[in-house]
């Protein structure tokens, strides 16, 4: 969806600042659904695309039953948090949704401590570590607040869904369980019983 509304915007050259959010403007208000959908450059989207692409194939494979209302919530509430507190501009880009799943990732694997949680975490955080800085201001013309409001809005829906998929079942081995430590006794002494060099036969024995 992202790319075809950019290539149709270069190819017939169409104006979509419309679609764009703009703090405190009635206007602007539209954007807060369709902002994450427009980008100003082939780079701007490039990057954007791959890690939507990866962060939300996490999220789909590790929280399915609830990473729809996720990516609902940090779409909507992002756009409500720029809408209210951002500087005055037109501000645009998917960059908000991909901290908010992000910060999601990482926020909810620290509760959860499951394996797959904390494997999918590292990952993201191996990739897009990088993320935890640039909600700070960094380039003028970069929307910083859209990345900040995209992890806070992460980090909610963290605290709210975290626990709403059913953790991996952990494989238990045999040894692990107590009836195995109370029950089982190893009979050292007929396991390894020494002969009496008596009984032993005078056959050479090799080493």
Known sequence: MLWCIKSAQILFNLD??????VPLEVHGMLGILTAPLVHGSLEHIFNNTFAILILAS??????????????????????????????????IGA???????????FVASIFRRDKSSVAIMMIAFLLYGGMTMTIFPREEGISFEYHFFGALAGVIAALIWRNSDPKPAEKRYEWESEDFDNDTEI????????QDPSELDDKPRLH
């Open 95 to 105: 960059s908000g949704l991909t901290h908010g799943l992000f910060f999601f990732l």
């Open 58 to 91: 996490f999220l789909y494979y590790g929280y399915p039953k609830s990473w729809w209302k996720v990516l609902s919530l940090v779409w909507v509430l992002s756009g409500i948090g720029v809408w209210l507190f951002a500087r005055p501009a037109t501000h």
């Open 187 to 194: 009979n050292f002494d007929e396991e390894w019983q020494i």
């Open 16 to 21: 979509l600042s419309f679609m764009g959010l």
